[in-house]
């Protein structure tokens, strides 16, 4: 049964496996995917990072480097292996993932990696690390059959049979008398095996699989976790429906990265990106209005000050920076709150922290932006008492900003509304008033 | 060779070929691929694309209906042709893609193109329309390899190839003597073919490849448009280098749509989204800094026109309602450019009609807005010349900001910059300063 995420338990037992011998740390990790061993190294401190690896069969610990993510540096736990080790993991791994992570290391550790492996490979890498890793050569694969043009049709058969090692396997889904998923085989293992061996012997029963009724973005998501090329789809009784191949994500995730945007920015998500002007005016006249109705709000804070504006008409232009300040902090906390909730599902924990980082992060650029206003009010304007409620307006504007940020899209989440609504358009309506208030209250108590 | 893109050239060919019979007509489509021809198809009328799909053969129509933009209706031009011919392409169709079409016509069509396919195709496509599109269910494919667990492996073996017909093609790449890539070969046509004949007589000239220092985010493009599981690499002497297959630009879109959003709401682009509150900062203030020098620049608009604002006050709380939503309006202009740029390589002409699109929306939705903002001025505010420069300033307001949030990105691709970085924050700007002297400006002509 895969749960696609990592959970506080997991995380808990091999806490308590780290703490015993090589042969119980093995045992436990016996039962999870690489990509998800992959996931519980980012979890724990870089020196279990580097065991967990080393404990694990090279087959395994090169999957579990290739997947684990840039920022927990697996060029540093494949370097500090035994050379020995480190040199079969990298015939393992994939050429071009062998040059993502060699690629990662400075020159002279690159050098001393590629001296332990042999000729050809070493060659091959170090072919491949010419290339940007942002191109097509960077992305490219050199282990692909190819045959000459000149061969008659026998020959090109034994020649791709002989090369079939480097091609990908084809995998067969089995099934029991009722339709029911068991697991799946290996073509590959298939042929290779002796003519007396059962299917039943082969099959391997540790699979991914998805239910029918399940979102496309989280099909997404389990196919982006498990670097899949398909997953078989099944019904409530485990009976297995049909399959869906990565090919067909491709639109999803343009399909669904598409609408993050436009709904971040306040465009109805089935607005047609190429479609005629009336359409647009249909998707973006009621956001609009919602706006507009929500600008009244904020204009209406400004309102109630319109004693304290009139006396001190130089704040109409400094409540226009506080309040334009906020917006777009509000606006980054958004953006990469929205997208993390897209590409991952966030634990309780991780969304406490999410908004606590928000938080501080609000409170420093917006402490920043403060110093730099009341610096200006103070050598500008020759007004300190102003620079003071300058300062504070900034500061707390942007902390309520990065709050709202990130809190709003998380909460409506929880509540099973898209994240993505909670657009700038609401975000900024929440750092307009909020931003107003400060600088006009603080002003009518402390320069009139 | 291919060019990726359907060019003018292309277009008047066809337009020509469409002025003479079926056989010129066929004559000129058969240099295309199907995802060429059908988005030829999004380019002419109606009728012309029925003609099109008519005169093509069933399994090249079946392609081009799949491959067809939601937006021209291919379920209509199913629909509309001779049963025969519709039934013949529904059967080439895989069961999802007809499911997909045949999904948008209405029950009664539905039920008579049902009628004419065979009971088992018809019975499949039943299955499939009961999941929703955005489902697991929706998107999975059943034309699926199976085999039984209590087979042996001469009985799985035997099922396997019997079922091979439902499983997809593996293609080898052909090469001469220089390693200069030729074209591909399909295994199960190999499998098939009589034994004497040769690689020569069965490759397949029209390919398509990519170059290795092409940008992952075009190589992305390519997948996309020709729904590819696998592409060659070459160098500049068409020496085959390796492939890209697509699980890897599952990684690829999902990190460049991440840049988008950040970008476009002023995050850099090489913030990690789970990273610490301290690479936030380092990644976010600079964005902020940039944003307050030219929140200054709006302010400086207001404080020349303090001598306006301090006679009539009631504009401190109009000006940032016509600002705001200036901003509003731009951002989501900004947001449906950029990704159109991120989805499509825009032509020239596409291009100037975006930004026309953009100025009709603008101007529509700012006299819309406009409208409401007058009849509050004159019915609460009673004051109808108030009103009047309101419903200008917004009106002005919101045409600058389509021009802008269309214009802006698109002078930035054609001059070599990343689109995206015409972020809110430069937008907003824009629009503040001059949502500012048009509310002011007119405000002290017209009301003073």
Not at 27 to 33: F, I
Not at 105 to 111: G, L, P, W
Request: glycine content about 4%.
């Amino acid at each position: 049964m895969p749960s696609y995420e990592i959970d506080k338990n997991d995380l808990l037992l091999i806490r308590q496996a780290l703490e015993e011998d090589d042969a119980a740390l093995v045992a436990a990790l016996k039962d999870y995917h690489a990509s998800e061993i992959a996931d519980l190294c980012g979890k724990v401190s870089p020196e279990a990072r580097e065991r967990i690896v080393n404990v694990l069969p090279s087959d395994v610990a090169s999957e579990v480097l290739a997947e684990m993510d840039e920022e927990h540096h697996p060029e540093e736990i494949l370097f500090n292996l035994h050379p020995e080790k480190r040199s079969e993991i990298v015939e393992e791994l994939d050429y071009d993932d062998a040059t993502d992570l060699i690629s990662q290391m400075d020159e002279e550790d690159q050098q001393e990696i590629l001296e332990h492996l042999d000729e050809e490979d070493a060659s091959n890498i170090r072919n491949l690390l010419s290339y940007e890793e942002d191109t097509a050569g960077g992305l490219m694969n050199t282990e692909i059959i190819k045959v000459n043009i000149n061969l008659t049709k026998k020959e090109a058969l034994d020649e791709i049979i002989r090369q079939s090692e480097e091609m990908e396997d084809f995998y067969i889904y089995v099934v029991d008398d009722a339709d029911i998923l068991q697991g799946f085989l290996s073509v590959k293992e298939v042929l290779k095996s002796r003519m007396d061996v059962h299917v039943v012997d082969m099959v391997s029963r540790d699979f991914v699989y998805v239910k029918a009724e399940m979102d496309q973005e989280e099909v997404a998501r389990v196919f982006s976790q498990y670097n899949l090329t398909s997953i078989p789809v099944v019904d409530d009784e485990m009976k297995l429906l049909g399959r869906i191949t990565v090919d067909d994500i491709i639109d999803v995730l343009q399909e669904e990265s598409t609408e993050d945007i436009l709904k971040i920015a306040g465009v109805s998500q089935d607005e047609e990106l190429g479609g005629t002007w009336q359409d647009a005016i249909k998707s973006r006249l009621p956001w609009l209005i919602i706006n507009l109705g929500t600008a009244f709000l904020a204009a209406a804070v400004i309102r109630s000050f319109d004693a304290t504006v009139s006396k001190l008409v130089i704040l109409s232009s400094y409540m226009t920076i506080i309040a334009g300040m906020g917006g777009n902090a509000a606006t980054q906390a958004l953006a990469v709150t929205v997208r993390r909730i897209s590409l991952i599902n966030l634990s309780d924990r991780q969304a406490y922290v999410t908004v606590f980082k928000e938080f501080l992060v609000g409170f420093v650029n917006g402490a920043a932006n403060g110093l730099i206003v009341l610096a200006i009010a103070v050598f500008y304007d020759h007004n300190p008492k102003l620079g003071l409620v300058l300062f504070l307006s900034m500061t707390g504007n942007l902390l309520i900003a990065g709050l709202a940020g990130s809190s709003i899209p998380l909460i409506l989440k929880r509540v099973g509304i898209d994240p993505a609504v909670a657009s700038s358009i609401i975000i900024t309506t929440f750092t307009d008033c909020f931003g107003f208030l400060l600088i006009l209250g603080l002003a009518s108590k402390l320069l009139l």
